[in-house]
């Protein structure tokens, strides 16, 4: 079934409220890192026929695979019915000239619709900032030539960060950052929310699941929501919550299959934002949901790449947060498989690039005892 997915004026273009983001596509063999072509297909032609039209990726999404795949998957379609933007992460690579010609290759296109900072955070502000490197005015002078369509950034970063940022440069076209209903306190996602707004940059939001947690919850807080709404699905309340948001424009979800993006695509046919009422219901869901989630991890991987022992950092948490919800860890592939945290060496270098401020070290050793 296509639903009559809702659109935004964005600068001149209509961009789909829902997007597709390009972090979970589906995998081969389990490898985290290597996309199912035929899987991954299906599920960019569902979003195209759901009336999706805005993607989003970036260098190190799936160690670069997700450019490839989402360049080979759009390239059936007219370039002008789509919007596909990428970014630049400096904690991979200084070199923003390679970065950004590579990126135009790997996606098979002349030019972005799009393009980001990514991961503006208390690490990486000084870098973005420094006018030696002028990593913005190389951007600034792609967007001129046409190479770039709007540009904007990424932020993990707290609001004083943030602040600071827009404080040196506010003349982006967009926003993405991380929003859903938990981090609107959790890491205060409500004051990053306003600053945004009160510089007239249009929000775009990342983990409107937080990495899929909030799809499931755990039983106490399921059960309010339930009571509350028995036809309404679990992760029906998270859209909704960000519904409700006028300075939000789009929302970047990770689909990793067909029914994914059909069920997420039919709540935006006819958006309906949480009542009063409805929001102090999931108020208390949520509040419920915080006493044994355990560590809010969102799955990014950013902490992999630089790990020296290997470890499948995101796996173990996932494992440990499932052990402390439902009492067992059989729900999780591949665990059994992976290194055990054990293996950490507390060096602290997944510490920079954690963009949910996890202490790591401190995670793994309280994994590795409860082993």
């Avoid at 690579?93 to 990514?118: A, N, P, W």
């Avoid at 947690?213 to 339930?226: G, V």
Wanted: charged residues 25%; aromatic residues 12%; proline residues 4%.
């Amino acid at each position: 079934m296509k639903w009559q997915m809702q659109y935004q004026d964005f600068y001149g273009k209509k961009i789909s409220c829902l997007g597709l983001g390009g972090l979970r596509f589906p995998t081969v063999d389990g490898d985290p890192n290597r996309i199912d072509r035929a899987a991954g297909q299906k599920v960019v032609d569902a979003a195209m026929q759901q009336g999706i039209n805005i993607f989003d990726t970036a260098w190190s999404y799936q160690d670069g695979d997700s450019e490839r795949f989402l360049g080979e998957a759009l390239a059936k379609y007219p370039r002008e019915s789509f919007l596909l933007g990428t970014k630049f992460y400096v904690a991979y690579s200084s070199d923003i000239e390679m970065v950004f010609e590579t990126q135009l290759k790997r996606c098979g296109v002349d030019y972005f619709d799009f393009y980001m900072l990514h991961c503006l955070d208390e690490s990486t502000i000084s870098d973005y900032m420094d006018p030696n490197k002028d990593y913005l005015g190389y951007l600034l002078r792609q967007k001129e030539a046409g190479r770039i369509g709007r540009l904007g950034f990424s932020s993990h970063a707290a609001p004083e960060t943030l602040e600071r940022f827009l404080n040196w440069y506010d003349d982006f076209d967009m926003a993405l950052i991380q929003l859903n209903y938990l981090d609107w306190n959790l890491l205060d996602g409500k004051r990053q929310y306003e600053l945004l707004t009160e510089h007239d940059i249009p929000v775009w939001v990342m983990e409107p699941m937080k990495g899929g947690s909030l799809s499931t919850l755990n039983k106490r807080a399921a059960k309010i929501l339930r009571e509350a709404a028995p036809e309404a699905s679990l992760y029906s309340w998270g859209f909704r919550f960000l519904q409700g948001l006028s300075g939000v424009q789009t929302v970047f979800s990770g689909m990793s299959d067909v029914s994914q993006v059909i069920e997420n695509a039919a709540l935006f046919d006819a958006p309906k934002p949480l009542s009063a009422a409805e929001r102090k219901t999931l108020q208390r869901a949520a509040d419920a949901f915080l006493e044994t989630m355990g560590v809010p991890c969102s799955g990014c991987r950013y902490c992999c790449g630089i790990c020296p022992a290997g470890l499948e950092i995101p796996l173990l948490i996932k494992g440990y947060n499932e052990q402390n919800i439902t009492g067992s860890t059989w729900k999780i592939g591949m665990l059994t498989e992976t290194k055990g945290a054990s293996a950490c060496l507390s060096c602290g270098a997944c510490l920079s690039r954690c963009p949910q401020k996890i202490d790591i070290p401190g995670v793994m050793k309280k994994i590795a005892e409860q082993q």
